[in-house]
């Protein structure tokens, strides 16, 4: 992908500034009324997960108190891996969005949540939801895209270590829950001068880091083997398991959300004084969902409506499939592409542009694009022919 | 070699196991999985679960709660902050124990359902056995003296009979000499009207029903001639504010204020307006703030360090408690009060002041 702004055909030039600003009020109504209907069943369901959660995780934890025996490690492993994903998508990544805060339970709530992952709560929020949500697919802004070890769009500049993105990809796909805390932590840049390093604010928040890492590890490679007794090494082995299980799903939902091809990035500049309704605009052409049913959406903690999740960040999951039909409405009227696709079929995608973008430009390029920098402002006054809604997979 | 453990050695083995545990559940605590077999336990605040709702009047019911792990127990007369889920959003509101400390360790509160009331309605008739509640413990020093007053006088009216019921039932027996002036719209909306005109045949107290249909309101004045012997009792009310201040003011006047002890349902009214005066509790810092900045702002504006993060409302970075007055969100018009003792997280960045306004930074 090329940012928008230097594409040949600029999906968003039919678009008038009137069109835009109708589009963001259509979505604030949208959002108006999930709000308005927000209640105890809402609340219902996020206890159910999280209870569902905790008694996957205990009866897992116990069945492998056995795991020496395979069907229990078997058992044992599946549960587990499962309530961790729950856990970091469903539970966490929302939670921590602040989905559930207007239930009031200081127990669900954004300021209080920790989660079960190296990455401590605290600055995971900040450059998610702060940077990631906020400055969404803008290049130079948006660390998300390649988080900084790699080049996911031909806007980024090629550099030989490029190169050797697609097994940088696959390593931090195995250790992505490191990979994150090391992401959140700013490592690469923090770690680039003395000055950096010695930086005070640095150092606490590497302590913080070190110091669940410890815990985490210590729970999963020590703790719980040393209760398996006679299991001690293969409940070690089914721990390391369901971590891993954990890292290579949540990497692969995450990398559909913003690496497949269809998914446009954006200009440093074109977000200057951006207005509501252009906001709302980048993320809808800045995300692609993932087709598929009710379990998909659960175990991807409804980060299968990337674009739901991406206007509304903090509108509890559950309700993101309710409103993705009006959200695909809107784009069909306002002739914008409605990025989706099956699992596979988006993974592949985004595993294709990791691979293709290891290589310069040039070297694949069917055509050379001009480069033409524009504003996002949608000002082209002619009207262009309205691009195809895809509908890919669904 | 026998060896023996003394106490100190007992506490460090305990403190290791329990650290031990704590490390098995990281980052959750022990009491969140404990929560799942058993709801009565795992947060900070006990909790407890409804066992009964017996309605009182048409608008009135009793609500019968058994306390779970870490509840204290109370003393007659005192309230209890309950929480509760209406739509799925925790609201805490305050009610007076109308149950003497029993040894069930059943605890009761009688609600009045006001119109429009949110908690009050949603208890009196939504809420049905084995509703799961949070609690705080009890408190308030409306209660009688251990050493009880020769004389004693109860003025109440409305719901305000509530934590005079409780010391009634705890300690009608040790009063020697107990008058009670309730004022009720009839005599079928007196909560407890049956309980309280039994004790009076049965020579427990004196009681003197008003009924402001026919009487109109309870004033000072006629309460005077109601008790002749008013100056020489001690005095527990517990009613509208407009009745408590009367009688304040009035026993004031009279040199005998110490001998009154009072009981609000209601804070003083917040106004909520448009902009207002915030306080940033922790940092000191006071501001002025009109209805269209932001509480971000404003604190930024007046040097409090604000947390925040994308100042348009999506990423919560900015959420502190909201600890009194009220707060309107600018996106939807929505207020959102607080009252004394609350502690509501609210956005800032997206949050103006509707009146005074009181945050926990
Ligand atoms: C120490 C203490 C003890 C209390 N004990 C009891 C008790 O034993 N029984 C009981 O029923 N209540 C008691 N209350 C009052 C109770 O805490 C709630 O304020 C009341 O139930 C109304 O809550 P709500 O959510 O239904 O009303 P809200 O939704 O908060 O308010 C709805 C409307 O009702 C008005 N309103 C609120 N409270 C009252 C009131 N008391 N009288 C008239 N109008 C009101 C409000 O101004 C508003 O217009 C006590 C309060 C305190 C501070
Ligand atoms: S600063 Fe982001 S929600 Fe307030």
């Known amino acids: 992908m090329t940012t928008i702004q230097k594409q040949d055909r600029n999906p968003i030039a039919h678009l008038t500034p009137e069109d835009v600003e109708n589009l963001g009020r259509e979505l604030d109504a949208l959002r108006e009324k999930v709000i308005a209907s927000r209640g105890a069943d809402d609340a219902a369901y996020i206890r159910k997960v999280i209870k569902t959660q905790r008694v996957l995780e205990m009866g897992g934890r116990a069945v492998l108190l056995a795991s020496k025996f395979p069907p229990a490690w078997f058992v044992g492993t599946a549960a587990l891996s499962i309530a961790k994903i729950l856990e970091n998508m469903e539970i966490g990544h929302n939670v921590m969005h602040g989905q559930w805060d207007w239930m009031r339970d200081p127990k669900i709530h954004s300021t209080t949540w920790e989660w079960d992952h190296a990455s401590p709560a605290e600055q995971w929020k900040h450059s998610h939801n702060e940077l990631h949500h906020t400055y969404t697919n803008v290049l130079g802004k948006d660390n998300d895209l390649g988080y900084g070890i790699m080049r996911v769009d031909e806007g980024q500049k090629w550099h030989p270590a490029h190169l050797g993105q697609p097994l940088w990809n696959l390593v931090n796909a195995i250790f992505f829950q490191y990979g994150i805390a090391a992401y959140d932590l700013e490592l690469g840049k923090n770690l680039s001068s003395e000055k950096r390093r010695r930086d005070p604010a640095f150092k606490a928040r590497l302590a913080a880091t070190l110091r669940k890492v410890r815990r985490q590890a210590a729970k999963d490679y020590v703790v719980h083997p040393l209760l398996s007794g006679p299991s001690a090494p293969t409940t070690l082995a089914a721990n390391l398991t369901a971590n891993l299980i954990r890292n290579l799903w949540t990497h692969s939902v995450i990398m559909c959300g913003h690496f497949p091809e269809g998914v446009e990035t954006f200009e440093r500049t074109s977000i200057e004084g951006e207005t509501r309704g252009e906001w709302y605009l980048r993320q809808m052409l800045g995300s692609a969902n993932i087709s598929g049913g009710p379990l998909l959406h659960i175990m991807t903690g409804n980060l299968s409506f990337q674009v739901e999740h991406h206007l509304f960040p903090d509108l509890p999951s559950n309700r993101y499939q309710e409103i993705a039909p009006h959200v695909r409405n809107l784009f069909e009227r306002y002739g914008l592409t409605y990025t989706t696709g099956s699992l596979p079929k988006q993974v592949a995608s985004a595993w294709r542009k990791v691979i293709r973008l290891s290589l310069p430009n040039d070297l694949l390029a069917k055509k050379k694009r001009p480069a033409r920098p524009a504003p996002l402002r949608a000002v082209a006054p002619v009207r262009q022919e309205r691009p195809r809604v895809a509908t890919a997979g669904s | ?361």
Not at chain 2, 313 to 341: K, M, Q, Y
Not at chain 2, 347 to 353: E, K, Y
């Open chain 2, 1 to 361: 070699m026998a060896t023996t453990r003394t106490p100190a050695q007992f506490a460090l083995l305990r403190d290791r196991a329990r650290r031990f545990v704590e490390l098995a559940t990281t980052p959750l605590v022990p009491g969140d999985f404990w929560e799942v077999i058993d709801p009565l336990r795992g947060g900070a605040n006990p909790r407890g679960r409804v066992v009964a709702v017996r309605p009182e009047t048409r608008d009135a019911a009793t609500i019968a709660i058994r306390p779970g792990r870490g509840w204290k127990g109370h003393t007659a007369g005192q309230y209890v902050r309950l929480g509760v889920d209406v739509d799925g959003v925790r609201q805490w509101r305050s009610y007076s124990l109308t149950s003497p400390p029993r040894p069930d360790g059943v605890i009761t509160i009688t609600v009045k359902a006001q119109p429009g009331g949110v908690v009050s309605g949603h208890l009196v008739h939504r809420v049905r056995a084995g509703t799961v509640v949070h609690l705080d413990q009890a408190a308030g020093d409306f209660t009688l003296p251990l050493v009880r007053p020769a004389k004693a006088l109860f003025v109440t009216a409305g719901s305000g009979i509530t934590p005079v019921m409780g010391m009634l039932r705890d300690a009608a027996g040790s009063l020697a000499d107990v008058v009670l002036v309730h004022s009720a719209p009839r005599p079928d909306a007196v909560i407890f009207g049956p309980e309280l005109r039994g004790l009076a045949a049965r020579g427990g107290l004196r009681l003197v029903e008003r009924h402001t249909e026919v009487d109109g309101r309870l004033t000072p004045e006629r309460l005077a001639e109601l008790v002749p012997d008013l100056a020489s009792r001690h005095t527990w009310a517990c009613g509208p504010n407009e009745l408590l201040d009367a009688l304040q003011s009035t026993y004031d006047a009279a040199g005998h204020g110490d001998l009154l002890h009072t009981e609000r349902f209601r804070p003083a009214v917040v106004a909520v307006g448009e902009g207002g005066t915030v306080s940033f509790g922790d940092s000191g810092v006071t501001v002025e703030a009109d209805g269209a900045t932001a509480l971000l702002d404003a604190g930024e504006a007046g040097g409090v360090l604000m947390p925040s993060g994308c100042r348009m409302g999506i990423c919560f970075g900015c959420v502190v408690p909201l600890r009194g007055g009220s707060v309107r969100d600018l996106r939807n018009g929505v207020v959102t009060t607080a009252a004394e003792g609350d502690d509501i997280p609210v956005q800032t960045c997206i949050s103006a002041a509707a009146g005074p306004c009181h945050l926990g930074i």
